[in-house]
């Protein structure tokens, strides 16, 4: 993979909207293309607890997320914290899966379910933690402005028990200032009634670069959609934590490049609460209440569940784009990502 980065960084086409966008699957991931050159990976290798996109380039060549624990040693990176935080993902700190008795049972000790965020092991190097495994990727299609692959997944306990089942499609469009990841995505109670418990471990995370962490002095300021802006140097957490927004920005510049990479919350979906903060973390939970300590959710107890049978709809964007939240037209992607 690192052979593959160094490519994509060396190639970016100069004009990205006028290059053809494909996706090739592999046996451990699809690539995503524009013209002859890799700009994005959904990694589907069941080594890993769950499925994810590493690396993300914007539309000059510049990666815009964290390489580490996917890569290490990269240059501009000095984090090797979270090592459950890769790249771009989707999961959740606390799946309930109502009447399945758990004989493992998650590390933290206020979830009373699955933990599939997190990547928690016991001293014999036992999983405490859900494992997510792609069980068939389908063969990519073109789509208006770009391409897309439907996968087939499965949610399982500790124990290897099946509590949900999955389809997801990731869809790549790009324009000259950004390139659009969307993530669609349907989960499928069919083993049980589910319920997603009320922890601010979630939902759907990036980890952007360590040079865009607004903690770092010459760091990303962060844009939330109604137009506030955080400046660097920030500290955990940001003052818009726990609060809503259609999408929150990060951008900076990355080896001297000014790039950035926002996080779109589907306006159909339950309203997300960004988990947010200084050292690079912008993940949209739609789950977390009163007990996640939001601010925004301090009483509420409301919490999202799936009867068996039933099925919950999803939709995240991720957009990685030149210049600022302004130049990069970050706004006007996300009014694209809405239709």
């Known amino acids: 993979m690192r052979c593959l980065f160094a490519l994509a960084l060396l190639a970016a086409p100069a004009l990205a909207a006028a290059a053809e966008v494909t996706a090739v699957v592999g046996k451990d991931g699809v690539e995503f293309k524009s013209g002859s050159t890799v700009v994005a990976k959904y990694v589907t290798d069941p080594k890993y607890s769950k499925p994810f996109l590493y690396p993300v380039l914007a539309p000059d060549g510049t990666p815009v997320t964290r390489g580490w624990p996917v890569e290490k040693g990269l240059p501009g990176e000095a984090t090797t914290d979270h090592v459950h935080h890769k790249s771009v ?182 309203r997300a609460y960004w988990h947010v903060r200084a050292y690079g973390l912008n993940g949209a939970n739609p789950f977390g209440r009163d007990g996640s300590g939001f601010p925004s959710q301090k009483g509420k107890t409301d919490l999202v569940k799936i009867e068996k049978g039933g099925e919950l709809k999803l939709r995240y964007g991720v957009y990685a784009h030149t210049g600022d939240a302004k130049t990069g037209k970050v706004a006007e992607a996300f009014e694209a990502f809405k239709k």
């Open 89 to 270: 993902w989707f999961c959740h700190g606390d799946v309930i899966p109502e009447g399945v008795e758990l004989k493992t049972k998650t590390a933290d000790k206020h979830g009373k379910g699955v933990d599939f965020w997190s990547e928690t092991k016991d001293k014999d190097g036992k999983p405490r933690h859900g494992q997510m495994t792609v069980k068939s990727v389908g063969e990519p299609k073109t789509v208006p402005g770009g391409v897309s692959v439907e996968t087939q997944n499965e949610w399982f306990t500790a124990d290897g028990d099946k509590v949900l089942d999955e389809t997801r499609v990731v869809t790549f469009t790009e324009t000259p200032e950004g390139r659009l990841f969307v993530f669609d995505i349907t989960l499928k109670a069919t083993a049980c009634p589910i319920t997603f418990g009320d922890t601010k471990e979630g939902s759907f995370g990036i980890r952007v670069h360590d040079e865009l962490r607004p903690a770092a002095k010459d760091g990303a300021t962060v844009t939330t959609a109604e137009g506030k802006a955080l400046a660097a140097p920030q500290k955990d957490n940001l003052s818009i934590w726990g609060e809503p927004s259609p999408w929150i920005d990060y951008s900076g510049k990355v080896g001297g490049k000014p790039v950035g990479v926002a996080v779109f919350d589907g306006p159909s979906n339950p």
